[in-house]
């Protein structure tokens, strides 16, 4: 079975300072990874997914993921925070099925990202 | 706007009712779900229909009865034997249940149950 361990649940950050929250992964199969973020009182919003191809992917608001199989992780990263990126981030990860599966996601507990002044 | 709509944002409710919440999708997507949220446990799927009339049960479906009668529509209902009903509930929508297609989330609806 797959799961996903986000590997910090709260990151403290200063404004314009670089962030990387850590997701690692457990599959026996390939996978395919997504980030989401979620604003407070809102739904979630998908920041970027790796399917296949190149294993650096960029997303929305500047931020970017690199899948490294060998580690199984998918780490988030973004050079420089602002302070409306406070906000709860999931790392998700699904299995493809080939032939009429369908899409579970699979998600992280959250990693709650707090842009401080 | 094309979207997910979710309603009630808010919602109470007493022990022993059943509840249903609406979820209406105008983006033409075949594949909607539901998704239960709890303070640091993630999301967990509820329910997920991948075309109309037809629906699947996810990890927690015990408690929770959905139907698909319309494309663009799939409520929710929890019932009584929900044995904990609090909680922040999603919907979600995409092209097709396929594999990698991106997920869609509407804005929630909380559920209070006093």
């Known amino acids: 079975a797959q799961s996903v361990t986000q590997l910090d649940s709260q990151v403290p950050v200063f404004e314009e300072a670089p962030v990387e929250l850590r997701c690692n992964y457990s599959?026996?199969?390939?996978?395919?990874l997504f980030w989401y973020v979620q604003y407070p009182n809102q739904g979630l919003q998908l920041l970027l997914k790796?399917?296949?191809?190149s294993t650096l992917v960029k997303g929305i608001n500047g931020f970017e993921a690199e899948f490294n199989k060998s580690q199984t992780s998918f780490h988030l990263r973004k050079p420089s925070v602002h302070i409306s990126d406070t906000a709860e981030y999931f790392c998700?990860?699904?299995?493809?099925?080939w032939g009429g599966g369908y899409n579970k996601l699979i998600f992280g507990a959250g990693t709650r990202l707090a842009v401080h002044p | 706007d094309g979207g997910i709509t979710q309603s009630p944002k808010y919602l109470f409710r007493k022990e022993g009712q059943n509840v249903t919440l609406s979820c209406e999708q105008n983006?033409?997507?075949?594949?909607m779900y539901w998704y239960r949220q709890d303070p640091g446990q993630g999301l967990r799927l509820i329910y997920y229909?991948?075309?109309?009339?037809?629906?699947q049960k996810g990890d927690i479906a015990e408690g929770y009865s959905v139907s698909r009668e319309k494309k663009e529509s799939f409520p929710l209902t929890v019932t009584s034997a929900q044995k904990n009903p609090t909680a922040f509930y999603l919907c979600?929508?995409?092209?097709?249940?396929?594999?990698?297609?991106?997920?869609?989330f509407g804005e929630g609806s909380w559920l209070t149950v006093v």
């Open positions: 979600a929508s995409s092209i097709r249940a396929d594999d990698g297609n991106t997920i869609y």
């Open positions: 983006l033409n997507h075949d594949a």
């Open positions: 229909s991948q075309i109309v009339n037809d629906f």
């Open positions: 599959s026996s199969v390939s996978v395919y």
């Open positions: 790796y399917l296949s191809g």
């Open positions: 998700a990860v699904t299995v493809p099925f």
